[in-house]
C-alpha cells in the first residue's frame, strides 16, 4: 500500500511539473547585463573564462553549481559568462571593444580592460550598478571562498568601509 501512495505521489508531481530542479545561474551576455541593469539596477559578476582552461571549469562544478552560490547571485547580481577570447566586438560606454590576435590565441580587449591588464584566467570582476567595477578577483574559488566574497560586495558592506578581515570572521555560511 505504502508503495502504491508513493507511486500515486510521483506522478502527482511529474503530471502537474512540480519536480525539483537544482538551481542554476542565469548566464547573461555582457550586452544583455548591461541593458538589463540599466532598467532595473543590479551590480554585475562578470566571470572572465576561457574555454581551454581547467581552473575555470572546474569553478563551473564546483562553485557555480552550488545551489547556494547560483541562489544568490541570481538575485542579487546579472551574472556574466565571458570568454577572454571571444571574437565579437563590444560596444560599451561609448568605446568598441575588439578581439585583439597575440600568436595562436589573443584577447578581447574588454577582457583585459575588466581585469586592469593582469589577465589570469578565471577572474571573477564586479561591478556596481553605474557600471564601475568593484573588484576583479583573479583565480579559482570553490563555493566555500566564493560564499563570502558574493555576499559582501551583494550587500554593499564594501562601500560602509566594513573590513573584509572583519567580515571575514563574523560570517556565517550557508553552505
Not at 547556494?68 to 565571458?82: G, L, P, Q
Amino acid at each position: 500500500m505504502k508503495a502504491a501512495i508513493r507511486l500515486l505521489i510521483f506522478t502527482l508531481f511529474i503530471a502537474f511539473g512540480v519536480t525539483s530542479q537544482a538551481q542554476e545561474i542565469e548566464w547573461l551576455s555582457f550586452e544583455e547585463a548591461v541593458e538589463k541593469s540599466k532598467k532595473e539596477p543590479r551590480k554585475l559578476l562578470i566571470d572572465i573564462y576561457t574555454d581551454w582552461c581547467g581552473w575555470c571549469k572546474k569553478m563551473d562544478r564546483e562553485a557555480y553549481a552550488n545551489e547556494v552560490i547560483a541562489e544568490y547571485i541570481n538575485e542579487n547580481y546579472y551574472a556574466i559568462k565571458f570568454d577572454a577570447e571571444q571574437r565579437e566586438d563590444i560596444e560599451f560606454d561609448g568605446h568598441t571593444f575588439k578581439f585583439v590576435a597575440q600568436g595562436k590565441r589573443g584577447v578581447h580587449e574588454l577582457a583585459a580592460a575588466l581585469t586592469n591588464n593582469k589577465l589570469s584566467y578565471p577572474t571573477t570582476v564586479f561591478m556596481d550598478e553605474k557600471f564601475q567595477i568593484i573588484q576583479p578577483i583573479p583565480g579559482y574559488m570553490n563555493a566555500k571562498s566564493l560564499e563570502p566574497i558574493i555576499t559582501y560586495i551583494g550587500e554593499g558592506l564594501y562601500k560602509e568601509k566594513v573590513a573584509w578581515q572583519e567580515y571575514q570572521k563574523n560570517f556565517k555560511s550557508s553552505l
